[in-house]
């Protein structure tokens, strides 16, 4: 070993929750480097404050440095809407009125395919560390570009309002979105969103420029409430998330619908077609779903019929149905009859 390596300083990072021994002295990029991590696709955190990635560069590294490195991982040929239908959130144009999520799927290829052929122009993607470990792993972008296709950062997994905050400021930094979707979920078991964190997560965000869609229970006040703040849209849940058993009550989200001036985007509980159906016949302007589709036996060909039940709840929604009966109508009229 040289005198100039024996002199050479050591830094003890903590990566990810992990220790590390690098020589130093390291820049962020500097790290970013050895790390063999594009820099386009991570954003990284020291100290629990964000680093631009324009002052990587010039940021040092010191002993005792707490880093944290994230990327976007999973949490198509588009449609024309019908005549001048679009879905429009925070004055984003969407031609497709079904959102989908990219978690659960067996592989990114699969994800890949299952959005192309869902339609969506927008997927939810969920906030994560990189696994510094394994260099090399492919990432959700080398498979959905995300020029071609919107990314809605979420807070998946958040329990408290300063973890959300936090992740979607990691995320602006990663990929440059701030249109966001906002969960704070209540517990493990129902994973209810906890309406107090929220509303606190959702001022936060607000006030830092964030434009927020919001997950929620739904109850119309509540939902009124994150309107008046500010949100970009309201996503009031059908059932417990993962749960397929589509939407519980009805009536609470068709009062949403009717007092809201943004967007209404039924989130989380939908399980088969029929339920996006439903949904959109109530009035939503679109649905959000992703293991209704993942976790099918075929996800591409459940994507194929979410995307063509999103469709048809729509046009039944503008075409207006028929009103019920007491009693049967002939179709027929009963003049002329022999």
């Keep these: 070993m040289s ?11 903590a990566i990810n929750g992990e220790a590390h021994r690098l020589p130093g002295p390291l820049s962020v990029a500097g790290l970013i480097a050895h790390l063999d991590l594009d820099p386009a696709k991570v954003a990284i955190e020291r100290n629990l404050e964000v680093v631009p990635r324009s002052q990587w560069a010039v940021t040092p590294l010191a002993d005792g440095d707490r880093l944290e490195i994230v990327h976007f991982i999973g949490g198509g040929d588009h449609a024309e809407a019908a005549g001048d239908d679009a ?34 122009d927008m997927v939810t993607v969920a906030v994560r560390r990189v696994n510094v470990a394994k260099r090399g792993e492919p990432m959700l972008q ?23 905050v936090r992740t979607l400021r ?6 440059g979105w701030d249109l966001v979707k906002l969960e704070v ?24 420029g964030f434009q927020v869609m919001v997950y929620c229970s739904d109850d119309p006040i509540m939902a009124k409430t994150l309107e008046d703040m500010g949100c970009a849209a309201i996503m009031p849940l059908a059932a417990p998330i993962g749960s397929g058993l589509g939407i519980q009550n009805p009536v609470g989200i068709r009062l949403i619908i009717e007092q809201s ?31 209704a589709i993942a976790e099918a036996r075929d996800p591409i060909l459940m994507a194929r019929a979410m995307k063509a ?29 022999i």
Excluded: W
């Design 261 to 291: 001036k943004v967007p209404v985007i039924v989130d989380a509980g939908v399980g088969t077609a029929s339920d996006a159906a439903v949904a959109m016949e109530l009035g939503c302007d679109g649905v959000l779903m992703n293991t």
């Design 309 to 337: 039940a999103v469709e048809a709840g729509r046009l039944a929604y503008r075409a207006g149905r028929m009103k019920k009966k007491l009693y049967a109508d002939p179709s027929s009229p009963l003049a002329g009859l």
């Design 142 to 164: 080398d498979f959905l570009d995300p020029k071609a296709i919107t990314y809605l950062p979420n807070t998946a997994g958040c329990y408290t309002a300063e973890d959300a």
């Design 3 to 13: 005198i100039t390596e024996a002199a050479a300083p050591v830094l003890s990072l």
């Design 185 to 208: 979920l209540g517990d493990q078991k129902t994973l209810y969103p906890h309406m107090t964190e929220t509303l606190k997560a959702a001022e936060a965000l607000l006030k830092d």
């Design 170 to 175: 990691l995320a602006r930094e990663a990929g």
């Design 87 to 120: 879905l429009v959130v925070a004055g984003r144009r969407l031609r497709s009125r079904l959102i989908v999520g990219t978690g659960k799927y067996k592989d990114f290829a699969e994800t890949r395919d299952a959005i192309r052929a869902s339609g969506a």
